[in-house]
């Protein structure tokens, strides 16, 4: 009988637990040595003046908005499909969030549909790089360059992903990156601010630190409050780190592997531009018959995953003025309904990607 595939782990291994133990060694379990270790090597790697470990992603885009100014009243342009800490961020610094529908191809954010968008009251654009793809950050900046408007890159899909060769969360005036469980790299929880602007750094380091420049003092210069990334996340984030090439690498080979042996069947590529060097995060295609598609993998114990719903759509925001919609979305209502991301851990065997492609082709009567 098979195991159960599952959509998306983490390669955790013995090299969490050697990073583990230095923790416990140094009896240091809150932000200290390791911690500054982890966003010197994310500072490397992705060529940012300055990396500032959050909590989470989320707090992470808060920070950043907040740094940027958003408040009440603030209007920033957010795409219709993404995952919707994005949303809830603005909301959460005061903001509203206007909805805008996406590319079909990129998966991002429409940069031909920002204009109409944008008000007296819009401060910010926030693209999203989503699913291991960058956004045309060209056209997007093009735009904020000609309406004064501030750029925040939702980056947290984006570990490894370059545009032009830059890495993405780098290509404006502050971005974000995100170490959740599923991500490419993972903290458990965890999220980081890349800036190069002095100004910023700052403002974020106190938003996280209660207010203050320095820990260990107790004269708070402005509000803010406990977003420490602990020295057990950042000692999983080093190791994690540690292993990013093979796991960059092992993910455009699972990638391929998908593309050659479903070629022919309903399984469809999804172009991506050549100004992106793409990460695989998710293995992601669009599909004929996909509610039908999904249950017989799950019938033969193959887990899938649905894009994400978009944000137009979502209860939440139901009889809400917390977000604006002036759209009818079509593309992100259109990707949605075809979008589907197949099994894309690290750990996968050959073996496990060889039954998953047999299984697809037998649906698919190939």
Sequence with gaps: MKDFIVQIEPWIDDQELYQLKRVIDSTFVSEHL????????????????????????????????KALDIKQGDEVIVPDM????????????????????????????APEKIKGLITSR???????????RAC??????????????????????GVGVLY????????????????????????????IVLTNDDSIKNDCYKMKNHGRPDKGIFVHESIGYNFSLTEMQAAIGISQLHKLNKIISKKQKIYDFYKE???????????????????????SFFCEEKEEFKKYLLENK?????????????????????????????????????????PSSYNLEESQLQYICDTINKFYKI
């Design 261 to 283: 042996n479903l070629s022919h069947c309903g399984l469809i590529e999804i172009p991506i531009s050549n100004e992106t060097t793409p990460v695989h995060w998710f293995s």
């Design 302 to 342: 193959i887990q899938t995953r649905d894009f994400f719903y978009p944000l137009h759509m979502q209860p939440c925001y139901n009889d809400s003025d917390v977000v604006k919609k002036e759209s009818n979305f079509m593309s992100s209502k259109k990707v949605f309904e075809r979008g589907i991301s197949l």
């Design 136 to 157: 045309d950050m060209d056209s997007i900046i093009k735009i904020a360059e000609e309406h004064k408007l501030k750029i925040i890159e939702d980056a947290a899909q």
């Design 122 to 132: 819009t401060k910010a654009i926030m693209p999203v790089h989503l699913y291991g």
């Design 34 to 65: 390791l911690n500054e270790e982890f966003e010197n090597l994310i500072k490397d790697r992705t060529n940012s003046k300055y990396a500032i470990s959050m909590v989470n992603g989320t707090a992470a885009l808060f920070c950043a908005l």
């Design 164 to 191: 032009k060769g830059k890495h993405v969360g780098t290509l404006s005036e502050v971005g974000i990156l995100s170490f959740y469980a599923n991500k490419t790299i993972t903290c458990g929880e965890g999220g």
């Design 82 to 109: 993404t995952f919707i800490a994005s949303s809830n961020a603005v909301i959460l610094a005061g903001g509203t969030p206007v909805l805008c529908d996406i590319d079909e191809e990129s998966l991002c954010i």
